[in-house]
Structure formats: C-alpha cells, structure tokens
C-alpha cells in the first residue's frame, strides 16, 4: 500500500491505495466521486476528462499515486458553494449540450480547461478543444455552441479564470 495525499474539489484527502490502482477508480470507490466516468480506459473517449493542477486529464491512465501532492478538479467540484451550477454546465443544460450525460462530465471537464486556456475560442478552436473528447449521441452542435455560451458567460461575470 502506498499513502496518497490530493486536494480534490477543495478539500484535503488522505488514502493508502494499491500502488496500480488507477486515478480514476481512486476518485470513484475511494473517494466516492462518480460524476468522473469510465468509458473506454485506454484514453480514446475521455469520458474521465478531470483537471490536475488546473490541466485536462484523462484519469483512466494514470495512477492515483502519480496525482499525490496534487490539486484534483472533477465535476462534482465545479458547481459554487451554494450549489449554483458553474456557467459551463449552466450552458450545456440550456443549449441541450447532453444527450444521455455519460461523456458530459469529461465534457465539461475539458471545456473548463479549454475556456480557461482561450477565453474567447472560435467555433473551430472549440472542435479542436474537445476533439479528444467523444460523443456517441449529439453530434457535437449543440456542445460546441454550450462551450461558446459558457465561454460568453465566464467573460461578462467575471468567472473566465475559475
């Protein structure tokens, strides 16, 4: 066993965890943060996208004992403390950005890196920014005008840094 210690969404865990036991099966049983999904673990669907010290992530290939000492984001973390829904998944619910919701949290996982990285990305810069990421149902249209709402919106209040 080897101790784990991350900051995950703001707050401080401590686990002794299987050297082997991945990132994202260390968010889901050990720390019970299932909005990270587990689609394809060979990082082709990126449906566990999560940022790691404010970079995307794709956790079904990395070892939680590679993340110790680090800063973990998931999508559990991106709504505020009050338990307002960040702008990024304020916009994929209003632009009907989802379909059945299982590549959603990576999406948005990478949206928020991406935003963050190009606060005012073009319609194909946003294809390029979640090009690693896939959707069996949408069709991507309606996820790339969410990103570009959410991006308008991170900019006019304020949160294109968060």
């Not at 919701?101 to 005012?120: F, I, K």
């Amino acid at each position: 066993m080897t101790t784990v210690k991350v900051r995950v969404n703001g707050k401080g865990e401590t686990k002794d965890v299987e050297p082997r036991l991945l990132l994202v099966d260390f968010l889901r049983e050990e720390l019970g943060l299932t909005g990270t999904h587990v689609g394809c673990d060979t990082t082709n669907c990126g449906a566990c996208t999560i940022l790691l010290d404010g970079r995307s992530v794709k956790s079904c290939t990395m070892f939680a004992v590679q993340a110790d000492g680090r800063e973990i984001t998931t999508i559990e973390g991106m709504q505020d403390a009050s338990g307002e829904l960040h702008p990024i998944q304020r916009a994929f619910w209003e632009n009907h950005g989802l379909q059945c919701g299982y590549c959603t949290p990576g999406m948005v996982m990478q949206a928020a890196w991406l935003l963050r990285e190009n606060p005012d990305p073009t319609e194909q810069e946003i294809r390029l920014g979640i090009s690693g990421n896939l959707c069996r149902c949408t069709g991507y249209q309606n996820i790339v005008k969410s990103v570009k709402e959410a991006a308008k919106a991170m900019r006019s209040d304020g949160k294109g840094r968060r």
